[in-house]
């Protein structure tokens, strides 16, 4: 059994061979997709450096092996919607990249899979700042549906492009969990989120590609949301921030999970810590399929421990389980 057909039984409950890392992506980005600027460069800046990225979000880069932090906010003010110009997903600058990659795809054991980073929510904290937008979805209700709705069509235009460069998997990431509960109430999600999601998340069930959904911190509240829109895979559900048998009883049969594994154990080890994490999180997580076991964060770990991390993965991950 290959990679891909391995991957999609796991997806679907129905006997994989063995457990996975991952799926077996070949990744195409837009340009943009990794808080680059139209320069090209993003989240791969040096630590100090100070961009702007094709939104007009300022950030900077304080740690390195981890993502830079948006500091200025094109939509910060109400009023800087009526000027404000939105990146077009036709510009060749944004979309040309897609196809660039999509040309080097090299087949074999793996299908392309397209990223939407910051697909919704995200993204419009990045333009408005996190505590503006909180208050104005109560105060600004019109235009923060005004701003999540371009924000989709941004998104839905990117999308179509993936469509044709032949996706079989997409991205999706909304960080849509603290640590203990929601960011936001289940109101807000079903008001101003959710029809939004049901654009892209529809566009994409029409052409049968599959969504993986990343949201850090607890997940009990969107699961079900998910499920219903037709995500595939959830990820990372992050092992210090959710009940992982709660989740898994949730969606069992109905929706994989990829993560699981806790970062800390991985980054601090010992390496005997880390084949018995894994070990527990196979048993509990991966019994009928519908598990990809990988750590819950991407972190710089040490080589010594992502090597005890896969060898595990491959010792512990075969079926039938042990």
Known sequence: ????????????????????????????????????????????HPVGSRWED??????????????????????????????????????DHICGQIYRLAEAFP???QWITGSHRDTLWEKAY?????????????????????????????????????????????????????????????????RFLVPEYQRLFGLYKEHQVLINFHSCGNVDSI????????????????????????????????LALQGCVSSKTVMEGPIEAIEAEVKERIGQLGREGGYFCCQDQSLPYPPEHLQAFEKSVDKYGWYPLS
Request: with cysteine.
């Open 107 to 109: 087949g074999s054991d």
């Open 54 to 91: 094709i939104w007009g979000t300022g950030w900077h880069k304080e740690l390195d092996g981890v993502m830079g932090l948006p500091e200025e906010y094109p939509l910060a003010k109400v009023e800087q919607l009526r000027t404000y110009r939105w990146p077009n997903s036709q510009d």
């Open 1 to 44: 059994m290959d990679a891909i057909e391995n991957a999609l039984r796991i997806i679907r409950f129905d006997h994989p061979e063995y457990v996975m890392i991952r799926p077996p992506d070949y990744l195409i980005t837009y340009r943009g997709c990794d808080h680059e600027g139209y320069s090209g460069i993003g989240d791969d």
């Open 126 to 190: 990045m333009l408005v700042g996190m505590e503006n937008l909180m208050v104005y979805f109560y105060t600004e209700p019109d235009f923060v549906r005004d701003v999540l709705h371009r924000i989709m069509d941004f998104q839905l235009g990117i999308a179509k492009h993936y469509l044709k460069a032949g996706v079989r998997m997409v991205k999706m990431s909304d960080d849509l969990g603290a640590q203990r509960g929601p960011l936001l109430g289940p109101k807000i999600v079903n």
């Open 223 to 254: 699961v079900e949301m998910l499920i219903q829109l037709g995500a595939d895979v959830l990820n990372p559900v992050q092992a210090t921030a959710n009940d992982l048998s709660r989740v898994r009883t949730i969606t069992q049969g109905r």
